[in-house]
């Protein structure tokens, strides 16, 4: 059965974002969407955590091959992680501002991100052939070039917002329409 996951970012939590506007849409669609509640913050959040919870989901058979995952920010590396090291294939991952192995953004995200990136990023297309990167030219945490180099590894599928900042509600896209064509 066709489903979706929404995955927060770092500090982040599934009422932000785009997350509850794309969750009310999938919804009325009469379409199966889960929008786990990662724990975040210095000293909760890590891959570990994280992977305890979404590893859940796969073991109630909720993920597989016919799942649809949008991600945001440290979400997609973890969830590229999550897929290689669990061995889950997907149908489709929409990756929104993603990056990996980057250092920089405060001491606080550099500590509680470091245990989402890998080495191994490219491995996730044996998982998934259909990967959509978004991300933007002004985006005020992670470098253009960073989140570019993330999508160039996973995929020929980018799509990049010129004035988009960080795709978050802080620059406007509490509501983000164009993510509906995924559905």
Not at 34 to 42: A, H, R
Not at 62 to 67: C, I, K
Request: hydrophobic share 35%; charged share 20%; glycine share 6%.
């Amino acid at each position: 059965m066709k489903n979706y996951f929404l995955i927060h970012g770092s500090f982040g939590n599934p009422f932000v974002n785009w997350i509850p506007y794309l969750r009310k849409e999938i919804e009325s669609r009469n379409l199966e969407v889960y929008t786990p509640d990662f724990p975040t913050g210095v000293g909760y959040q890590n891959f570990d955590n994280w992977n305890r919870i979404l590893k859940a989901y796969l073991i109630a058979g909720l993920l597989d091959e016919n799942t649809t995952i949008y991600a945001h920010s440290i979400a997609p590396s973890f969830v590229c992680k999550f897929l290689i090291e669990n061995k889950v294939k997907v149908k489709r991952l929409i990756f929104v501002c993603g990056f990996n192995n980057y250092f920089g953004i405060d001491k606080e995200y550099d500590t509680v991100n470091k245990t989402m990136y890998l080495d191994n990023l490219g491995n996730v297309k044996n998982y998934c052939n259909d990967i959509i990167c978004y991300y933007s030219k002004n985006d005020p945490y992670v470098k253009y070039e960073v989140e570019k180099e993330f999508a160039d590894t996973i995929t020929n599928t980018q799509i990049v917002i010129d004035n988009g900042g960080h795709l978050n509600s802080e620059s406007g896209y509490e509501n983000f329409e164009e993510l509906l064509k995924y559905l």
